[in-house]
């Protein structure tokens, strides 16, 4: 056929490498977009945010107890029971809250990434062994896990605390990367970059990683929405943050306990929370489809 | 030929196949008429994407969820578009049976062959288990199972590729059906089991006066066993005539070229093929006019226009149909050796 | 006759392969004792039935799978012990092409970077722009605008994919082109483009091809020899035109046989003679001739001894005792 049939063929386009593509399909989608911005804004406004209060997140104001949003003082978003400042205690709940959920996903990641990426490539009995000991782990009750971990561990102490989280939670990532890699490595295109000559580096850093690397940063999205939640369900049990240190799980906490008389100590830390889960899912959901060239 | 008497088993009219995607809805199947007599075999060839298997997925009510259906088909007097499950399953594996190209997968793998095979029996004739038993085995020996009581034991994935297509054919026979329809039974199997399976089917036709319906892309599978071919090229049926007139004396520049594409094992030419250029239709950006208009040597300006609709047997001789502007006359372009 | 490119003796890929806890692993002889010689520009079809061993012995030959015994000599000097590392400056020169035109491309890479990358590892010296230039060259050789660069393989149709891999294999233009079912998963109007492509690199190129293919038709139009494996060994090996036309193994006549042609005065016939039976398990392979469970002209002796390919005339070889008494009999008559 001529060439120019074949040009007809085909839809015009140009685009660069693959991640100036993904980038590239990202930006079309707007709800990711608009994820991602809201996502960096509260980031933004958790950090620098308190800055512009004069209160302090653990300051008690007496002359202002339990008094609702509006209210003819400087207390933006109210106060507490106590009279703290909502709008700081808040802002500092969501950086514990970013914080403790990117720690934990980190840990997990890393974790997860090597130890998936090992077994898949080198296959065998040694694959079998690393991943029934992952199946044995998946076993134990989460929990129970915690619980005792949390009881090892100087209550409080929420880093450390979610670091031992975040080495329990990487089983899911091995699982997803074992299983990406292994199926990667019986493909084709593999075999014909073998066949090109290409070494094991080259084949790890040109073909593995980045098709096992997309799966990867879409469930690490995924994965801090779900931290910032395991977070607030531990601090709802007690097990969490201690006071006077906030995170947006102890203030729900909190606030749904005076739900009947001061409901804005539920809506504002749930508001925050809501928002960036939602945020998180959008984005993961948005990266999944940027990091899949097949998906259009 | 004696069938074309015979009383139509399986009328298809003006059946048309629309699946409503994320992008917009996809034609799949455009006005398929097609009546198959008792005792014949028509093969329905096409490329991949053609819309062959949808047509008779249509007929047995086994389409995707996101399928439209319009048009008609009936078995003897029975509708069968637009039935409820319930209704249809009066027919489906009774009188009207559907064998698929993957063997490895249309068998249920926790069930020996026997129990499969006996499940329809009791199911649709209500049979006792020992006469079901009997009958399954009968009926492996029929599609010329080897060691047949011992496989009514085994399991499906006991069995070679081939093994467990005669075992599909034998489950689609167990109710004695009046239609069957084959889509590509033989395409992954080896020419060696193809050629066993194909000649199975044949005698099968033979011996019990079936209707046939052998979907394939392998002009070859249909000369052998074919009474009459349809051509489907992009979702419409271009060419239907005798075995003879079609691959004999191709009308559609369509059939033509692909018959003069194919590499012939009968054939010692070294030489270039004369290759189809272009690339098959999108279903979804088909051209205007004729579809295969951009890979037609013969298209001109009223082809581009207008696309030209199957025009049956009263205006061109014989009993075949053509869809095309400039029909050929069957001599000019039979194959140039090369 | 110049020197050979690649010599076979006696190649050897088994397979190990445990039954169960308890049981002894067992070997699966997947290449059984190949004798070759291929010789430059030639063009080598392997044919034989699903199983018999066609991609193991291709991949053998390309090193990306161990031999368990024989030799593969590359231009002379034996390579079936060299390590990985010593390997991959031979792979400059022998490339393949897959079955799945779309599974052999990396998804993640547009198509520029895909058929790059064979330069990326033995054509350090070139600069980017010069990298770029033989790259669109070579897509235009397969009949690929240079546009496509930038796209991904996703993006195209099948037979377009395979041009693609096709231009990866041959941008270095390589000596050996091993082709595994290049058009199996191609559509028929496709097919024929895609042999055609190939017959004119050959001819420009003065390639040597290796074409592994079940489609018998397709290796009469674009070998000149051909090679009939059955069960990991060699069965008959004769030039295209004596193989086709006075096939000797009963075998390579039941293949041959089976092969629909589109012709409803002849095919309806020709179905009447398909080989019976199937490919016995290759854990337990017949003892003796390999073949005689399907062989309409077995005889006792058959059971006793393997036959050796033994040569008939003009470098047609068959490993059957007894060809004589069967006689030739042909696609084409
Ligand atoms: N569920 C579905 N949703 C959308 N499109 C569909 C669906 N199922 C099939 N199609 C489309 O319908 C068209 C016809 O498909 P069909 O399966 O009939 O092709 P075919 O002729 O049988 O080809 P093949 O030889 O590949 O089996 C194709 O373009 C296919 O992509
Ligand atoms: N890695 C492996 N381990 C064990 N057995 C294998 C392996 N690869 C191939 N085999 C076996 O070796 C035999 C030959 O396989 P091979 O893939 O070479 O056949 P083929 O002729 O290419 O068949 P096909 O036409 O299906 O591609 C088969 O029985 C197969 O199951
Ligand atoms: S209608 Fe025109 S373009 Fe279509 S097949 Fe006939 S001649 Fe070709
Ligand atoms: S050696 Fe015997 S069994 Fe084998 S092919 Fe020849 S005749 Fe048949
Ligand atoms: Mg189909
Ligand atoms: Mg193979």
Redesign the interface.
């Known amino acids: 056929m001529t060439d120019q049939a074949m040009a007809a063929a085909l839809p015009a386009g140009a685009a660069r490498g693959f991640w100036a593509d993904a980038w590239r399909r990202l930006r079309r989608n707007k709800a990711a977009m608009v994820a991602a911005s809201l996502i960096v804004l509260i980031a933004l406004l958790a950090f620098i945010g308190p800055t512009f209060s004069p209160h302090s997140f653990d300051a008690i104001d007496w002359d202002n107890m339990a008094v609702p949003p509006g209210g003819p003082n400087d207390h933006w978003l109210g106060t507490d029971r106590l009279g703290r400042d909502l709008f700081v205690r808040t802002l500092a709940g969501v950086q514990i809250s970013l914080q403790i959920g990117l720690l934990a996903t980190l840990v997990s990641l890393c974790i997860g990434v090597a130890f998936g990426a090992t077994a898949g490539y080198l296959g065998g009995k040694i694959d079998n062994l690393m991943m029934r000991f992952v199946d044995i782990l998946y076993s134990l009750p989460y929990i129970f896990i915690v619980i005792i971990l949390s009881t090892l561990f100087e209550r409080g102490n929420i880093y450390v605390l979610f670091l031992a989280i975040g080495a329990v939670g990487w089983l899911t990532m091995a699982r997803i990367v074992r299983g990406q890699t292994l199926s990667l490595k019986r493909k084709e295109f593999i075999e014909a970059a073998l066949a090109s000559g290409v070494g094991t580096p080259g084949i790890l850093a040109r073909h593995i990683v980045p098709n096992v690397v997309g799966p990867v940063i879409i469930y690490a999205t995924l994965t801090i929405p779900q931290m910032i939640l395991f977070e607030s369900f531990l601090s709802f049990l007690g097990l969490g943050v201690q006071e006077p240190q906030a995170s947006l799980g102890s203030l729900i906490n909190e606030g749904a306990q005076e739900m009947e008389s001061a409901v804005w100590m539920l809506l504002v830390p749930a508001g925050f929370l809501v928002t960036l889960l939602t945020c998180f899912n959008f984005l993961g959901d948005g990266l999944r489809d940027a990091l899949d060239p097949r998906d259009r | 030929m004696s069938q074309a008497d015979a009383p139509v088993a399986l009328d298809i009219d003006q059946l048309s196949v629309v699946f409503d995607t994320p992008d917009g809805s996809l034609a799949a199947v455009n006005d398929f008429s097609l009546a198959i007599r008792r005792g014949e075999c028509v093969g329905v060839v096409g490329e991949s994407g053609a819309g062959k298997s949808q047509s008779f997925l249509a007929v047995m009510g086994l389409l995707a969820a996101n399928a439209r259906v319009s048009g008609q088909a009936r078995l003897g007097t029975e509708s069968l578009i637009g039935r409820d499950v319930a209704e249809l399953n009066r027919f489906r594996g009774v009188k009207l049976s559907m064998i698929f190209q993957d063997p490895m997968t249309s068998l249920t793998p926790h069930m020996t062959v026997g129990e499969q095979i006996a499940e329809s029996i009791i199911h649709h004739l209500g049979s006792s288990a020992e006469a079901a038993r009997a009958r399954a085995l009968a009926l492996l020996e029929q599609v010329q199972v080897t060691d047949a009581p011992r496989r009514l034991d085994q399991y499906p994935h006991e069995l070679s590729g081939g093994m467990r297509q005669r075992v599909m054919i034998a489950i689609a026979l167990a109710c004695d059906p009046e239609v069957l329809i084959a889509d590509e039974p033989t395409t992954a199997l080896d020419v060696t089991i193809q050629a066993q399976i194909l000649a199975l089917l044949a005698t099968l036709k033979r011996e019990r006066g079936m209707a046939m319906a052998l979907i394939t892309h392998d002009l070859g599978v249909v000369a052998g066993i074919a009474d009459r071919v349809a051509v489907m090229y992009a979702g419409r049926v271009v060419e239907l005539g005798t075995v003879h007139e079609v691959l004999k004396a191709p009308k559609h520049p369509y059939t033509a070229a692909l018959l003069a594409s194919m590499p012939r094992i009968d054939d010692a030419g070294t030489g270039p093929l004369p290759a189809i250029g272009g690339q098959p239709p999108n279903p979804r950006r088909l051209p205007s006019g004729c579809a295969f208009g951009p890979r037609c040597a013969y298209a001109d300006d009223a082809c581009r226009a207008e696309r030209p609709s199957l025009i049956g047997p009263s205006s061109i001789e014989g009993t075949r149909s053509v869809a095309c502007h400039h029909p050929l006359d069957g001599t000019r372009h039979a194959r140039e050796s090369t | 006759m110049t020197e050979p490119l690649l010599q076979l003796r006696d190649l050897r890929v088994w397979f190990p392969v445990g039954e169960g806890l308890f049981r002894a692993k067992r070997n699966l002889r997947a290449v059984d004792g190949i004798d070759l010689q291929v010789a430059p520009g030639e063009a080598l079809g392997i044919v034989g039935?699903?199983g018999c061993g066609k991609s193991t012995l291709a991949r053998a030959i390309?090193r990306?799978v161990r031999s368990s015994g024989g030799q593969i000599l590359w231009l002379g000097r034996p390579i079936e012990g060299w390590s990985t590392?010593r390997v991959?400056?031979l792979?400059?020169d022998?490339?393949?092409v897959?079955?799945?035109p779309l599974?052999?491309?990396?998804?993640?890479?547009?198509v520029g970077?895909i058929v790059a990358?064979?330069l990326r590892?033995?054509a350090r010296d070139l600069s980017r722009a010069e990298r770029r230039e033989r790259v669109v060259d070579m897509l235009?050789r397969v009949?690929?605008?240079a546009?496509?660069v930038?796209?991904?393989p996703?993006?195209?149709?099948g037979?377009?994919c395979q041009r693609i891999?096709i231009a990866?294999a041959m941008v270095l233009r390589p000596k050996l082109l091993v082709c595994d079912e290049p058009v199996s998963a191609l559509?028929?109007?496709?097919?024929?483009?895609i042999?055609?492509l190939l017959?004119?690199l050959k001819r420009d190129f003065g390639m040597t091809i290796l074409f592994v293919s079940?489609?018998?038709?397709?290796v009469?139009?674009l070998c000149d020899r051909v090679l009939v494996l059955y069960l990991g060994k060699p069965m008959e090996l004769a030039s295209t035109?004596l193989l086709?036309?006075q096939p000797r193994h009963p075998y390579t006549q039941?293949?041959?046989?089976?092969?629909?042609?589109?012709?409803?005065?002849?095919?309806?016939q020709?179905?009447?003679g398909?080989?019976?039976?199937?490919?016995p398990s290759p854990l337990a392979p017949p003892s003796g001739c390999v073949f005689r469970t399907r062989c309409a002209h077995a005889v006792a002796a058959c059971a006793a001894a393997a036959p050796q390919l033994q040569p008939v005339e003009g470098g047609h070889e068959v490993a059957c005792d007894r060809w004589r008494d069967i006689g030739p009999y042909g696609?084409?008559p």
């Not at chain 3, 599974?103 to 547009?110: E, G, K, N, Q």
């Not at chain 3, 996703?154 to 149709?157: A, G, K, Q, R």
């Not at chain 3, 559509?187 to 483009?193: F, K, L, P």
């Not at chain 3, 398909?274 to 490919?279: I, V």
């Open positions: 039935e699903s390309l990306l590392a991959r400056p792979r400059r022998m490339q393949i897959f079955q799945d599974a052999s491309l990396d998804p993640r890479m547009t970077e990358e064979p590892v033995h235009a009949g690929l605008p546009d496509v930038n796209r991904y996703h993006e195209f149709s037979g377009q891999g990866r559509d028929v109007s496709i097919q024929a483009q042999v055609n017959q004119d079940h489609n018998l038709a397709v009469r139009r035109d086709y036309s039941g293949l041959l046989a089976a092969v629909p042609v589109p012709d409803p005065d002849l095919q309806p020709r179905l009447g398909a080989l019976g039976g199937e490919l696609a084409t």
